[in-house]
C-alpha cells in the first residue's frame, strides 16, 4: 500500500496574518494527496491557491467570509484507507477547544479528531482517539513558531507538526 500524505492546515487568517501562503507550507503542500482545512480560512482565494497543489476538504471557523460559509460545514467527517478523520474548528462556549472539538464527534466513530481556533500545536493521544491542532502557518500568537501537521497513512498511522521560524 502507497503511503498517504495529508497535509493539515487551518488558522491561515489571510490576508490579515499572511499575504501568501508561507514557503515552508508549499513545499509540503507540492507533494501532498490530501490537504485538510480546519477553519478560519479567512477568505475563499486561501481555497482556490490550496486546491492547485491536492484536493482539499475543510470546515468553516469563527472568522470565515459568507462564501465559505456557504461551501463548508462546520463538521465533517473523512474516510480514508480505513481511517476516520473528523473536522471541526473548535470554536463555541464553554469547555477547552480541544475538549469542544472532542465533544463535536462523541456520538461519531472516528479515530482522529482534526480541529483549529486556539492557533496552539496538539498532538494527544486517548485511548482509540487521537486529538490533532495543526497550530496556525501565518498567526502564531503566543507560540514560538508557526506549525501545520502532516498525517501519513500507510499500514499504520504518523502524524507530526512542521515548525518554523518565519512566515515567508
Not at 4 to 30: A, Q
Not at 42 to 53: A, G, K
Amino acid at each position: 500500500m502507497d503511503t498517504l500524505k495529508i497535509v493539515v492546515t487551518g488558522d491561515t487568517h489571510m490576508p490579515m496574518r499572511g499575504k501568501k501562503l508561507p514557503s515552508k507550507l508549499i513545499e509540503s503542500l507540492s507533494n501532498a494527496d490530501l490537504i485538510l482545512h480546519v477553519g478560519d480560512w479567512s477568505t475563499i482565494e486561501v481555497y482556490d491557491e490550496l486546491t492547485r497543489y491536492a484536493p482539499v476538504e475543510g470546515v468553516v471557523g469563527n472568522v470565515d467570509q459568507e462564501e465559505i460559509q456557504k461551501r463548508f460545514a462546520q463538521k465533517k467527517i473523512i474516510t480514508l484507507d480505513k481511517v476516520r478523520i473528523g473536522l471541526t474548528h473548535g470554536h463555541g462556549k464553554g469547555k477547552t477547544t480541544e475538549k469542544r472539538a472532542i465533544d463535536m464527534f462523541k456520538d461519531d466513530a472516528v479515530d482522529i479528531v482534526t480541529f483549529g481556533h486556539s492557533h496552539i500545536p496538539v498532538l494527544h493521544h486517548y485511548n482509540d482517539l487521537i486529538t490533532f491542532n495543526p497550530g496556525s502557518p501565518t498567526d502564531k500568537r503566543r507560540q514560538n513558531q508557526y506549525s501545520f501537521g502532516i498525517i501519513q497513512i500507510s499500514e499504520t498511522v504518523a502524524i507530526q507538526h512542521v515548525y518554523y521560524d518565519t512566515k515567508e
